[in-house]
């Protein structure tokens, strides 16, 4: 008998922060929300977001692409029905339509892994991993270097191996780099995030105040679009370059990869459109010897690293930890393993959906 999927829904939750956040400062997330059930009655939940607003948009894209797609559909595999939905946005570009495709392939992999009893690191393939989270919550580009280095220490203490400021090319960036750099520990590794915000003068000029204190990266110097800036700079920095969280799909990224422009890929689950196209990101970043260390939400990444040994760093930026219900988290030693419950093992906190939920 041919199993279906008999209910699919799409939401819109819109989830206030406690006050502006990271490097962007964002003060509220819009989080899709996608659930599915087959005809054997397994159930699949997912999520994609939006950061900065816009979440009505990719939520009526998700609506679309369910109804037309995959409402009363025979199941399939996953990766089959990512190129299904892929391949409707021909026409259309990758945009909204991305980000509306990632929330649909979260439910269906939950799903998907659910009806094999697995979880989702085997479902994908793979095998569990343990590895190492790096803290990055409770930075900001305008923080005192007294406050930055108190948020750091809390991160060593927790076990954690390395931390990531936040930064903005300006002179008060030397300032933070070096107090946190001082008040570390031996052992713990110092990363700075940039969020596009220099141009090329300002980010070779920050490269070396992080080359001074023997940075592990330097992440998003330059716009995502600004390729020969990147290729620019990896030829004349001493710190390794990360980007990837505003790039959409693989094909942003594989020239930047083929030049030798990037170090570190930093895909992001809404940007890349999903677990399946995150996965060949790392499958293609492995090919050429590259790390990948995906942007937050270590407790869904966790799974992915089972399956592509590329994957080397989780990041602890608790940003939708707070709706889920018992989110995976770090041990003493600073390290993070996946859950052996089947599917991706992550489940919305008692209310959320009451108090998140958004009318269209």
């Known amino acids: 008998m041919t199993t279906t999927l008999i209910k699919t829904a799409a939401e819109l939750w819109e989830f206030p922060l406690s006050g502006p956040t990271g490097g962007s400062g964002i003060t509220a997330v819009d989080v899709i929300v996608v659930d599915l059930e087959d005809s054997d009655g397994v159930t699949g939940t997912g999520f994609s977001y939006v950061l900065g607003g816009g979440g009505r948009t990719v939520t009526l894209a998700a609506r679309d692409m369910l109804d037309r797609f995959v409402s009363g559909q025979e199941i399939v595999p996953p990766q089959a029905l990512w190129r299904r939905l892929a391949g409707s946005l021909n ?7 991305y980000l509306a495709i990632a929330a649909i392939d979260v439910a269906m992999w939950d ?3 659910k009806r094999q009893g697995l979880p989702l690191y085997a479902a994908l393939g793979g095998v569990a991993r343990t590895l190492p989270v790096y803290g990055s919550g409770g930075f900001g580009p305008t923080q005192d270097p007294d ?6 220490l809390e991160y060593a203490d927790r076990g954690c191996t390395a931390v990531k400021l936040r930064v903005a090319g300006a002179s008060a960036d030397l300032l933070r780099i070096q107090a946190v750099a001082e008040a570390l520990p031996d052992g713990v590794d110092i990363m700075a995030d940039a969020n596009e915000k220099c141009d090329l003068a300002r980010a070779q000029w920050l490269s070396n105040v992080l080359a001074d204190v023997n940075a592990l990266w330097f992440e998003e110097p330059l716009p995502a679009h600004d390729t020969n800036g990147f290729a ?7 710190v390794p370059i990360a980007t990837g969280e505003h790039h959409q799909g693989a094909v942003e990224l594989t020239h930047l990869m083929s030049e030798r422009a990037v170090s570190i890929l930093q895909p992001d689950l809404a940007m890349m459109g999903g677990i ?8 293609i970043a492995e090919y050429h010897n590259l790390v990948v260390s995906p942007h937050f939400l270590p407790s869904l990444f966790i799974h992915v690293a089972g399956a592509a040994p590329s994957i080397r760093w989780m990041e602890d930026f608790p940003l939708l930890e707070p709706m889920f ?3 995976v988290d770090m041990d003493a030693h ?5 859950p052996d419950t089947p599917g991706h093992g992550i489940s919305w906190a008692d209310g959320a959906r009451e108090e998140f939920r958004t009318d269209l």
């Open 147 to 152: 406050a930055a280095v108190d948020r750091a």
């Open 325 to 327: 219900d018992a989110p």
């Open 111 to 113: 799903l998907y892994a």
């Open 334 to 338: 600073g390290n993070i393993a996946p």
């Open 91 to 97: 026409r259309l570009g990758r945009g909204v339509g």
């Open 232 to 238: 620019t700079l990896a030829q004349n920095s001493t």
């Open 276 to 283: 399946t196209e995150c996965l060949r990101l790392a499958h």
